[in-house]
């Protein structure tokens, strides 16, 4: 019982079980009563067989009376058998109570007693003699008649007793299973459905972050209890959800703050990566606007000598006094505030040192101060980005600075190798000549003989002077405008008006594929090659092809002129010369020819640098992985 009031569920599984097992008991008592009429059914047609049978065994002893025949005779006995076996057959003793008091049983014997007695040796008397006559006969059949109709009432008496039972039962269980569905539908009606409907009214107003109503449901079943726990998950739900929205707007501000230094980073970009050897004046602004956006700092940059492997400051934001290394003794910005370097010394705040490192090779440490709670992570991501983009600026700035070395030794070794092999030469020969011109004077020689050596003396010099302005000429040469393809188109167009004849270009080349160096080495080149056709090769028509193809460019220039007579350089010709060298520094193959249709042919084929690195990106890609990892 106490179930039944702590439990929703249990009450309706007990109305369930009530209606069903009501149910079930009617229908079994419905199928029993069937059954027991059915038996009774069968009970009137055998005692209505009976009644027919003595009708039949009448006529039989009127047809034997009147024409007594063999077959006559076994009718009658086929009918006397046949109603001895309905009278004491199984259907009327199964269907007819044992009981003797009853007044079924009691006729039943009594048709039996009758039967067995009276009419049944009446019937079969052996002799004429002991044999009743025919009316005698009759009325006992009549007699007997009568019992079975009596029988037969009876019977329709207790069937139609049974049926009235039957509906009085169904229509009792009826009432009963009414009276259960109205009991569990009340028990819906107030105990689940309004309970549902408020419940739904509190889960609506949760949805709309809505926690302040709560539900008002009283008692101990399952709605009961769902309520109470729902009361209690609004108000957890109402600190969690004041929690969560604080939570998210630290996380928006912090978000905020890193996006604002993601973009101070990516506008300090520029003039990090363009500052020169300078750290102070390109990074220390974006340091400054790191320290507050994050609230950290002061914030030291250190760097490795390259040399003797020294820690060198090289940067920091707040300093007391000014640093030893400082080059502009103008700047004060690192003395502006002092306050971090108070918290420090105060043990307030905490050191991270991160590695300024490309790959394996360590350039430096950055050393943040930070106050003493917890660094977060996004933070700290920001300042490993930071550390990278530092490392990533002075490795570049130091690989620049060894790239202009190395141009300007190379520089200076072409300028000392094309000094040496034309304008030295040239000045030996002439010292030479003039020590033959004094040898000449101290014998007194004849003014015929040192007219000689003053002509040769007079080329000589003719030549030198010539060397030189080719000399200064490419040394003064430089790239301007948009590129390689428009200075070749201004050579062309020179060449054109000082040669007075046709020099097609035909160029096929990406943008951005050479180097500053390279394309200073092709251009000269081309002039060279250019100024020989002038000087030499008599032609009428030049033409130039830049090409970029498999990896390689292709450089040729030829004429339709005289040729020559080999692929060597004539005396006193130094263009071809020049343009091995600059081959060479090219590490390309020069290649110089007669064409079939008359003129010469010189071809350059070379691997520009950028080509090369296309070549090795797997490597560098799977160098780069490494330098990611390590600096990370």
């Known amino acids: 019982m106490k179930l039944l009031q702590r439990s929703l569920v249990a009450r309706i599984i007990a109305s369930l079980l009530a209606i069903s097992g009501m149910a079930l008991i009617s229908i079994t008592l419905t199928m029993a009563m069937s059954n027991s009429s059915r038996g009774d059914a069968a009970a009137i047609n055998v005692a209505g067989s009976l009644r027919m049978n003595a009708y039949q065994i009448m006529g039989a002893l009127q047809r034997l009376e009147y024409a007594p025949e063999e077959t006559s005779a076994e009718q009658l ?9 309905r009278l004491y057959g199984t259907t009327l003793q199964q269907t007819i109570p044992i009981d003797d008091r009853h007044e079924r049983r009691r006729q039943l014997e009594k048709l039996q007693i009758y039967w067995q007695h009276t009419l049944r040796p009446a019937l079969e008397a052996p002799s004429p003699a002991t044999a009743l006559d025919l ?84 008692g101990s079943d399952e709605l009961a209890l769902l309520g109470h726990t729902f009361n209690k998950m609004s108000a957890e739900l109402a600190t969690s959800y004041a929690a969560l929205e604080d939570k998210v707007s630290r996380k928006k501000q912090e978000l905020e703050r890193s996006n604002q230094a993601l973009r101070v980073m990516h506008d300090a970009s520029r003039s990090l990566y363009g500052g020169g050897n300078d750290l102070c004046s390109s990074a220390a602004p974006m340091l400054r606007e790191l320290e507050k956006l994050l609230d950290i700092g002061p914030i030291r940059l250190s760097l490795n000598d390259p040399f003797d492997q020294r820690e060198m400051p090289v940067l920091e934001t707040h300093s007391r006094t000014r640093p030893e290394y400082c080059r502009d003794q103008e700047c004060h910005a690192c003395l502006i505030d002092p306050r971090p370097l108070e ?8 050191c991270l040192l991160l590695p300024i490192s490309v790959g394996d090779t360590l350039l430096g440490t950055l050393e943040v101060w930070y106050p003493q709670e917890r660094l977060n992570d996004s933070t700290r991501r920001l300042l490993t980005m930071l550390a990278d983009q530092l490392a990533t600026a002075v490795y570049l700035q130091r690989r620049i600075e060894e790239q202009q070395h190395v141009t300007l030794i190379n520089e200076r070794t072409i300028i000392a190798r094309e000094l040496h092999d034309s304008l030295a030469q040239s000045l030996s020969y002439l ?22 050596v003053f002509d040769e003396l007079r080329t000589g010099l003719n030549s030198a002077y010539r060397q030189l302005r080719e000399l200064l000429t490419t040394f003064r040469l430089k790239l301007e405008g948009p590129g390689l393809q428009f200075a070749l188109r201004q050579t062309v167009d020179e060449f054109s008006q000082r040669m007075e004849v046709t020099v097609e270009l035909e160029y096929d080349v990406p943008p951005y594929l050479l180097n500053p160096n390279e394309e200073i080495h092709v251009l000269q080149i081309i002039r060279e090659a250019l100024a020989n056709t002038h000087k030499h090769a008599q032609a009428h028509w030049a033409g130039v092809t830049v090409r970029f193809a498999d990896a390689r460019l292709l450089v040729r220039i030829e004429d339709d002129g005289i040729g020559l007579e080999d692929d060597s350089s004539p005396p006193m010709h130094y263009g071809l010369v020049i343009i091995r060298d600059r081959t060479t520094t090219l590490n390309g193959e020069l290649s110089i020819t007669n064409r079939s249709t008359g003129g010469a042919s010189i071809e350059i084929v070379f691997t520009p640098l950028t080509a090369r690195l296309i070549q090795q990106q797997p490597v560098t890609a799977a160098s780069d992985s490494h330098l990611g990892t390590g600096t990370s």
């Open 431 to 452: 010292k030479m000549q003039v020590a033959r011109l004094e040898r000449m004077q101290q014998k007194e020689a004849t003014r015929e003989m040192q007219s000689a």
């Open 77 to 85: 006995e086929g009918l006397i058998s046949s109603f001895d076996q």
């Open 343 to 350: 918290m420090v010394s105060n043990n307030q705040s905490q």
């Open 135 to 218: 009316d005698t006969l009759e009325m006992m059949i009549v007699a007997m008649v009568n019992d079975i109709e009596v029988l037969v009432t009876y019977l329709e008496e207790s069937t139609e007793a049974k049926v009235r039972l039957l509906g009085m039962m169904q229509v009792l269980f009826l009432v009963l299973i009414a009276i259960v569905v109205s009991i569990a539908l009340y028990d819906v009606r107030f105990n689940l459905v309004v309970p549902l409907r408020q419940l739904m009214v509190l889960a609506r107003e949760a949805a709309q972050r809505n926690f302040k109503p709560r539900s008002e449901l009283r």
